[in-house]
């Protein structure tokens, strides 16, 4: 997720400041997220935790990339994204949150 987050700032125009800004922060947000699913892992601690917080991150970032399809087939957002791409990442984040237990219909 943080790959998708942060390929996702990189193909959008210069100009959409804010999407940017927020793809950004998901990516550090997943980054912390790996690190500490890591450090649980290699210490054998309870992950349930890094668990919860990846599927509430998980949805969030669903949603941005839900919305963000949206906005590229209604040429409301300005970028180098095709929407097909757009409609994969949000694809890989749903399928994660399967992974996870959250599957939606
Ligand atoms: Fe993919």
Do not use: Y
């Not at 949805?59 to 300005?78: H, S, V, W």
């Amino acid at each position: 997720m943080a790959e998708h987050a942060k390929f996702i700032a990189g193909l959008l125009d210069p100009s959409e400041e804010a999407l940017i800004e927020t793809a950004r922060m998901f990516g550090r947000e997943f980054d912390e997220l790996t690190a500490m699913a890591r450090q649980a892992t290699m210490h054998t601690l309870d992950i349930s935790s890094v668990t919860a917080e990846s599927r509430e991150k998980t949805a969030r970032l669903r949603d941005f990339k839900e919305a963000g399809t949206k906005g590229l087939l209604e040429c409301r957002i300005q970028s180098i994204i095709i929407p097909l791409l757009g409609d994969h990442v949000l694809r890989e984040a749903n399928h994660f949150l399967c992974i996870m237990g959250i599957c939606q219909n």
